[in-house]
C-alpha cells in the first residue's frame, strides 16, 4: 500500500491538525506551502514551525503571487472585516481569495502526481467557515474526480483520493481531535490581520471562530490576544 500524503500546510490551525490526523493514519508527510502573495508571512513561518515539529518527509513552499489580481483582503489594499456577527458568515466575504484552494489543490495533485502519492489532505471546514464556496463537500468531491480524470496517473489505473477530514466538524472538534493528538496550537496563526507582532487582531472572521473554537472546549487559546 501506498502510504505517501501530500497536506497542504498553511500554518493555521485546521492545517495543521490536518497533518496530525494524516501522520496519524500512519501516511508519509509530504507538507505543501503556498505564499500566494498574502499580506504578511506569519502564517508561513507557522508552517516551517510545524512541519520541523511534526518530521515530515519534505516541506516544499511555492511562490505564486495572486497579488497581482488582487480582489480579496488578503491579497489587496481593501480592509479586513471586523466584528462581522457569526451568524453572518454564511455570506462570502471580502476575504475570500478567487479560486484559491483550486490552485493549490492543483499545485498538490501536481506534487502528488510526481511523488506516485494518491492521497491528499486539504483542512477545509463546511460547518465553523466563513462561506467561501470552494470549502464545501460538493467541491471537494468535484475535484477528486477532476484529479482522476486530468492526470496519467488517473487514466492510467490509479486513483487520487482528496481528503477533507474537518469538513463536517466544528471549530472546537477539530480543536478537540488535534489536543489529543498532541498539535501545539501556539505554533499555529490564524489571524487574516495580525499585529505587526505577530498577535491575532482577535475580530477578523478568523479570530472569531478559533476563539468560539477554545471557549467551547474550555481550553485557553495559547496565543495572545492582548486587547481583548
Request: glycine share 8%; net charge negative.
Amino acid at each position: 500500500m501506498n502510504k505517501k500524503a501530500v497536506i497542504l500546510l498553511s500554518g493555521g490551525l485546521d492545517s495543521t491538525t490536518c497533518l496530525a490526523l494524516a501522520k496519524d493514519q500512519g501516511f508519509e508527510l509530504f507538507a505543501l506551502t503556498i505564499n500566494y502573495g498574502q499580506r504578511h508571512d506569519f502564517e508561513l513561518q507557522s508552517a516551517k514551525k510545524t512541519a520541523q515539529v511534526f518530521g515530515v518527509q519534505k516541506h516544499s513552499i511555492i511562490h505564486i503571487d495572486l497579488a497581482q489580481f488582487g480582489g480579496s483582503a488578503l491579497t489587496d489594499q481593501i480592509e479586513v472585516p471586523k466584528d462581522r456577527d457569526e451568524y453572518n458568515m454564511t455570506e462570502i466575504p471580502i476575504t475570500y481569495v478567487p479560486a484559491r484552494n483550486t490552485v493549490f489543490l492543483s499545485l498538490a495533485l501536481a506534487w502528488a502526481e510526481t511523488l506516485e502519492a494518491f492521497n491528499i489532505f486539504i483542512g477545509v471546514n463546511a460547518l465553523d467557515y466563513s462561506g467561501y464556496p470552494d470549502c464545501r463537500p460538493e467541491y471537494i468531491s468535484s475535484f477528486e474526480k477532476t484529479a482522476n480524470l486530468a492526470t496519467k496517473a488517473g487514466v492510467s489505473g490509479k486513483t487520487f483520493h482528496i481528503h477533507a477530514p474537518l469538513i463536517n466538524m466544528t471549530k472546537a472538534g477539530i480543536i478537540r481531535a488535534g489536543i489529543k493528538l498532541g498539535v501545539d496550537y501556539g505554533l499555529t496563526s490564524s489571524c487574516y490581520d495580525p499585529k505587526d507582532s505577530g498577535d491575532p487582531c482577535g475580530h477578523c472572521d478568523a479570530c472569531i471562530l478559533r476563539i468560539k473554537g477554545f471557549k467551547e472546549v474550555s481550553i485557553p487559546d495559547p496565543l495572545n490576544y492582548s486587547d481583548e
